[in-house]
């Protein structure tokens, strides 16, 4: 947030709702999950790119906060076409998956985030372009639902609830000309001078091939998810900013607790 108010873009390039973090800004308080920081500046353009994947419900409960704070988005929120949406369905998934590995749990959000890359990587997952043509999405929804149902074991999934609730927020989305070809607009960004900065989820060990496997999240945390996730070239990164913690230290399961309370604990 405090980088972001320099910029002319904000962009994500990986993770999902999975990521949460808290912006506090002229004294009102954001949680953020989908939404770049740079959505606080008016003059900040802000990406979900192609490694991002997006629920589209979340994504408008995050801009009723602005709403409700007088924060004008308008033109400044875009999506990639190639961005990959997250179903309710994958929630469901994600949670099921979690409750089978009872105390192996890897203690995931529950978000659907894995299930939603691992759709994507099994060709059969439903992009952000797929809502531009209603009458093919529905068409494409049945068949998704139909593969996930295989895969997990569903049999008691409302499809008819997250049509009806998709429909009424692609009439937003469409209307407000959120959907993207985000490589050439990012291509156009860099070839115009324009100052961008990429946001990334989820932090180097939570990285899907250098984390501490198999406790990590479903996308490449490290800077090269940004060209990955973003379509935009190696030498088009001219600086990284890395944070570390003074202890590394995990949220939900895996070999890093955030605290020990035992003898082996710090001691204030």
């Given amino acids: ?36 920081c740079g959505i606080l500046y008016n003059k900040c353009v802000n990406v979900l790119g192609n490694g991002v994947v997006v629920h589209i419900p979340t994504l408008f409960e995050e801009l009723a906060q602005l709403d409700k704070n007088g924060v004008d988005y308008k033109n400044r929120l875009l999506i990639s076409d190639r961005a990959h949406l997250v179903s309710d369905i994958e929630i469901m998934a994600d949670g099921m998956l979690e409750a089978s590995k009872g105390k192996n749990a890897i203690g995931t959000t529950k978000r659907g985030i894995g299930p939603t890359y691992s759709a994507k990587a099994s060709r059969i997952g439903l992009r952000v372009s797929d809502l531009v043509d209603w009458n ?58 324009k100052r961008i900065i990429a946001e990334g989820a989820n932090a180097t060990m939570l990285d899907i091939d250098f984390g501490t496997y198999p406790y990590i999240t479903s996308s490449s945390t490290t800077v090269g998810g940004v060209c990955t996730g973003l379509g935009v070239p190696p030498k088009a990164i001219e ?30």
Wanted: hydrophobic share 35%.
């Fill in 136 to 193: 093919k999405f529905q068409d494409k929804y049945q068949t998704f639902v139909k593969d996930v149902s295989y895969l997990y074991r569903i049999d008691n999934f409302d499809t008819k609830k997250e049509l009806d609730q998709l429909r009424q927020l692609r009439e937003r989305v469409i209307k407000e000309k959120m959907i993207v070809d985000s490589l050439e607009y990012m291509s156009n960004s860099i070839t115009s001078g």
């Fill in 1 to 36: 947030d405090i980088l972001a108010k320099d910029y002319d873009v904000c962009a994500r390039f990986n993770g999902g709702a999975n990521a949460g973090h808290t912006v506090v800004a002229d004294g009102h308080k954001y949680a953020f999950h989908l939404l770049p």
């Fill in 239 to 268: 600086t990284n900013i890395g944070i570390m913690k003074a202890y590394t230290t995990r949220v939900g399961g895996g070999p890093f607790p955030t605290e020990l309370l035992d003898e082996i604990g710090a001691k204030l």
